[in-house]
């Protein structure tokens, strides 16, 4: 699957064949990645796929997941030099976006320091990047929530618009579903995250609901249903997310780890060329 979408993230900015290598004299060639940043590291398999589909070698002096400083050599490539010169955007690009958003989800973990329980990321990805957005989410240390539809029976606000009876909806289900398969219910009020679990919810959404609000969910879980994972989401930034971690919940989630994150920034730079 990485091979499959570096392949197409190449042939998006080569297009019809790249112009330079019509003109441009080829010879050997080594570059230097060099990150123009403080954050952390992520893209590492998906540019060691594209170089290598590309028959360059690549050199890492740093994994997934570890700190840059600014003025950090990342990598070290070496190969034809209209190779290089090829993959450079595609090479940036990888590690731009997947960097970025490992490094803001670091800031979050950060403030959730001390704190037992999962930051997780949603379904608001860009188009065709779900599965690379959502690895940069675990280098960052982060946890993935569904991947998918496929994954999770979730029942969020506008699937309960659809639904005459909770309960009987939810006994069908598991006739249904597979057998290791979570049923996660999205409540928007304490009345209603009480009623989930009676309805048999494996996980329980408390979404946009205030700190006390889910305070008072947290503790009728622990009291009738501890075997439940609750789950705190809606509007929860690296400036809030402390009081949320504060109530008791099993996970926090936020769409912003991905939509909010800023690329970190990275150069190439060639550093030495010998004629073929």
């Given amino acids: 699957m990485i ?3 570096v392949k197409k993230a190449l042939e998006e900015d080569v297009g019809r064949g790249d112009l330079f290598s019509l003109v441009g004299k080829d010879s050997f060639a080594s570059a230097n990645i060099i990150c123009k940043d403080t954050g952390v590291f992520a893209g ?3 540019v060691k796929a594209l170089c290598k589909m590309n028959k360059l070698d690549v050199k890492f002096y740093f994994d997934d997941g570890d700190a840059l400083q600014k003025g950090d050599i990342v990598a070290l490539i070496e190969g034809k030099s209209k190779n290089i010169l090829r993959c450079e955007r595609t090479i940036l690009n990888l590690m731009q976006h997947a960097s970025g958003i490992a490094t ?4 979050y973990k950060k403030a959730l320091e001390g ?6 990321d949603t379904r608001k990805t860009r188009p065709h990047l779900r599965i690379f957005e959502k690895y940069a989410i675990r280098c960052g240390g982060g946890s ?3 991947m998918g539809l496929d994954d999770c029976l979730m029942i969020k606000d506008t699937h309960l618009k659809t639904i005459d009876d ?3 909806f939810i006994v069908e289900a598991r006739e249904k579903l597979p057998f ?3 049923i996660e219910i999205e409540s928007e009020d304490v009345e209603f995250a009480k009623f989930a679990m009676q309805c048999g919810a ?3 959404m408390c979404d946009n609901m205030s700190h006390a609000d889910i305070q008072a969910v947290v503790a009728y879980k622990n009291s009738h249903f501890p075997h439940v994972l609750l789950e705190a989401s809606g509007n929860i930034t690296k400036e809030n997310i402390v009081e949320y971690a504060k109530t008791g919940v099993d996970a926090i989630s936020s769409g912003s780890l991905i939509h909010q994150a800023v690329w970190l920034d990275f150069s190439m730079k060639i550093t030495h060329k010998t004629v073929i």
Avoid at 104 to 107: G, I, Q
Avoid at 115 to 120: D, I, P, R
Wanted: hydrophobic content about 40%; aromatic content about 10%.
């Fill in 202 to 204: 494996d996980i329980v």
């Fill in 3 to 5: 091979k499959k979408f």
């Fill in 104 to 107: 803001n989800v670091a800031r």
């Fill in 44 to 46: 590492r398999p998906y």
């Fill in 180 to 182: 290791t398969c979570k």
């Fill in 115 to 120: 704190y037992a329980l999962k930051l997780l």
């Fill in 144 to 146: 993935n929530h569904r």
């Fill in 166 to 168: 909770l309960k009987v």
